[in-house]
């Protein structure tokens, strides 16, 4: 290719004029591989008079951005040691920048005469000054204090320094790039853009490059991220409406298992469990199979709801399969609806890798014919071998967990099978419509009435001892405690061992009087299942342990919950680990023990002292971190965009999937959207669960 050659959207980076070969190939290795790339580039930040002061009007202990002119800088020495000064000024005075660390970093960043923009707190020792301030070499004219422009600043890695591209180089190569770029074919139609209110796809690119007024810029990013949004409703939508255009067996009548298990619950159903029960009972008597998700924090009561549904099937002489992503969690499962089956003579049984071949083989046959009417299970449910006389409902725990093969494999050994997924995690709202909107939703948020909300809080290292008398006085009345230490590598032997050595002073010492039981990932399945026991039938008054969270402990009478190096573990677990006091009848406490104090650590296990709601809890943790670490892994196709922020994006996600819907009600196959079809399969293909329209 030569430099006459049009460049175009695709054009390999290397050719855009000022790339070359060198920058090309660093550019390439943090993804940007062509033109479009490099313009879906976008800033981590802008500048903007807004949140610029002049130094005349900073003041101590504030953090403020200040841009001005480089005037000199150099490493001062001290006694000991030494430290970079740099002294920037502009019309109304002068700032000191100092750096004690990292000086032969800085050493080489500036040039006497750039413009910089600073941002720090302000100090004040000889002058204002800022104490290892954040920092950005800008162009001569880029002060939006004189200009009254936007200046966007783009993130700049070391790599990237390496072929001297800072922020302002980046910004020379994507103007290059929008001189011959002038226009991009938009996927959505011009009526479509209009009607929306939407920037076309071009304008909203250039705008987040070179921004003309705040409310183009927020216009633009509006627009980016409603691509995202939409594409991913779009999917959930296809997934839905194909789900919904199978036509199966009706479920009106309740059947005589389920009226029997009414009868007989021994607790009148919360309003949330009504209203879900009535959720499922009208999905069940229309002819379009369920497909529903119900989501709930550990202990309101999903199971029951499971298990009712499944009795409606049952008592329609149909079959039901419970999957469950673990064989701890199949086997918990099992006993739960082996009690309710047991009383109401169904017949269930539980299928895992770990039982014996002659078993297996008299599940499959029973299977088969019809005989076993409720199976719970893993994978093992997945298998070839594993057919069913009748299969209506599947009921799927933690769906999220299974890929969508493993359910798809599951749901097709039925024709046209209900499905119920249960979740626990919690997982935001918003959060949930971007990657669970092809189910509907239903949520049970309250507790069964008799529950005594939990007392957690947060200890610091000398109020221990007033926490271990509090165990004495529980253990005394007969009830259980945990103290769980935190283990972060399940390889990291020193977790285990401080654990352990602690579980040793314990019993030596402060509780020498009472029976401690210790628990710790590298026992084998024999002593983990013995301790459990232990556990669950009162053998031991405390267990030291680092790993409960995956366990299926459930001691009604476990009242303490002690959480060792609490600031160590992430909020999820937290709130799981607390989940395994407050079972029974009695008041339960949660202490979180804090050994290191930071803002963040501290700002985390406040929000778990302030709400007791795993859904809430996951909220605020969003905020806190950010979308990235809840959809994690490369599943979701969309994450990867930097451009999101699902915590604060909810206004576009429910315009993205409005729309989305809409679209596919009237358009199911994307036949008279052939340019959204086309972007579909090309970026999306891989999410497309159940359709096929390529
Ligand atoms: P989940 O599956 O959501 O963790 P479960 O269905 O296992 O919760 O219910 C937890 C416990 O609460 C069970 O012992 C169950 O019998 C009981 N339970 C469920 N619903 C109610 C209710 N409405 N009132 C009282 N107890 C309930
Ligand atoms: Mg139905």
């Known amino acids: 290719m030569n430099n006459k050659t049009k460049i175009h959207l695709g054009t390999d980076i290397q050719y855009l004029k000022g790339v070359g070969p060198k920058r090309g190939t660093f550019l390439n290795s943090i993804g940007i591989k062509n033109v479009h790339d490099l313009l879906r580039t976008f800033p981590r930040k802008y500048l903007d008079r807004t949140n610029i002061k002049t130094i005349d009007q900073i003041k101590v202990n504030e953090k403020v951005v200040v841009i001005g002119t480089i005037e000199s800088f ?62 950005d070499i800008l162009g001569g004219n880029d002060n939006p204090l004189n200009t009254g422009t936007i200046i966007p600043i783009y993130s700049t890695s070391s790599l990237l320094k390496k072929v001297s591209l800072d922020s302002r180089g980046i910004r020379r190569l994507i103007d290059k790039a929008l001189l011959h770029i002038t226009s991009i074919e938009d996927h959505f139609s011009f009526t479509f853009l209009k009607n929306e209110g939407l920037y076309d796809y071009y304008k909203s690119l250039h705008e987040v490059h070179n921004p003309s007024s705040n409310d183009a810029l927020k216009s633009a990013y509006y627009r980016l991220k409603f691509d995202e949004y939409f594409f991913l409703q779009l999917v959930l939508a296809m997934n839905k409406h194909q789900i919904k255009n199978y036509k199966g067996k009706k479920f009106v009548e309740l059947g005589e298992y389920a009226v029997k298990m009414y009868k007989n619950l021994g607790f009148t ?329 930071t803002e963040n650590s501290s700002k985390r296990l406040d929000i778990l002292e302030k709400y007791l709601d795993g859904f809430k809890i996951s909220d605020e943790d969003l905020k806190l971190r950010g979308p990235g670490e809840f959809l994690g892994t490369k599943q979701h196709g969309y994450v990867s965009s930097k451009l999101l922020d699902i915590a604060n994006d909810g206004e576009i996600i429910r315009h993205a999937r409005t729309r989305a819907f809409e679209i596919i009600e009237n358009d199911p196959k994307l036949i008279s959207n052939q340019n959204l079809k086309l972007k579909l399969l090309r970026d999306y293909k891989h999410m497309l669960e159940f359709i096929n329209i390529g």
């Open 269 to 597: 159903l919360t309003n949330s469990q009504i209203k879900v029960m009535r959720e499922i009972r009208s999905d069940l008597s229309s002819n379009k199979p369920m497909n529903r998700l119900v989501q709930g924090d550990v202990g309101c009561g999903k199971t029951v709801i499971a298990m009712l549904t499944a009795a409606i099937i049952v008592g329609n002489s149909s079959q039901v399969a419970v999957m469950a992503p673990t064989e701890i969690l199949a086997e918990q499962h099992y006993g739960s609806f082996k009690e309710y089956c047991d009383i109401l003579g169904i017949q269930c049984k539980l299928l895992i890798s770990n039982i014996n071949d002659a078993d297996k083989k008299k599940i499959y046959k029973d299977l088969k014919e019809g005989a076993i009417q409720i199976i719970v299970g893993t994978h093992a449910l997945i298998q070839d071998k594993v057919e069913f006389s009748d299969l209506a409902l599947v009921v799927i725990d933690e769906q999220h967990r299974f890929g969508v093969e493993q359910r798809k494999n599951l749901i097709n050994k039925g024709r046209h099978v209900n499905m119920l997924s249960m979740t626990a995690t919690p997982i935001p709202r918003t959060l949930t419509f971007a990657i669970h909107g092809d189910m509907d939703l239903s949520w049970i948020d309250e507790m069964p009435k008799n529950r005594i909300p939990i007392k957690t809080s947060i200890v610091q290292r000398n109020q221990i001892d007033s926490v271990y008398q509090t165990m004495k006085k529980e253990m005394d009345k007969g009830r259980f405690c945990f103290i769980v230490f935190p283990i972060i590598q399940e390889s990291d032997k020193i977790d285990a061992e401080a654990a352990e050595s602690a579980y040793q002073k314990f019993s030596n010492d402060v509780f020498k009087d009472y029976t401690l039981g210790f628990l710790h990932g590298k026992l084998n399945k024999d002593d983990k299942k013995n301790i459990m026991d232990q556990v669950n039938n009162g053998d031991i008054q405390c267990l030291v342990s680092t790993t409960v969270v995956e366990v299926g402990i459930n001691n009604p009478n476990a009242t303490i919950m002690v959480i060792e190096n609490a600031e160590r573990f992430g909020l999820t677990q937290l709130h799981q680990l607390r989940g395994r006091v407050g079972r029974g009848k009695y008041q339960s406490y949660c202490y979180m023990i804090q050994r290191k104090i």
């Open 74 to 135: 150099g490493v001062q020495r001290l006694k000991k040691g030494k430290y970079f000064k740099l002294t920037v000024v502009d019309q109304t005075g002068f700032i000191n920048c100092i750096w004690f660390h990292g000086i032969s970093w800085i050493v080489d960043k500036f040039q006497v005469g750039d413009s910089i923009a600073i941002y720090g707190k302000i100090e004040f020792y000889r002058g204002y000054r800022i104490i290892h301030p954040e920092f």
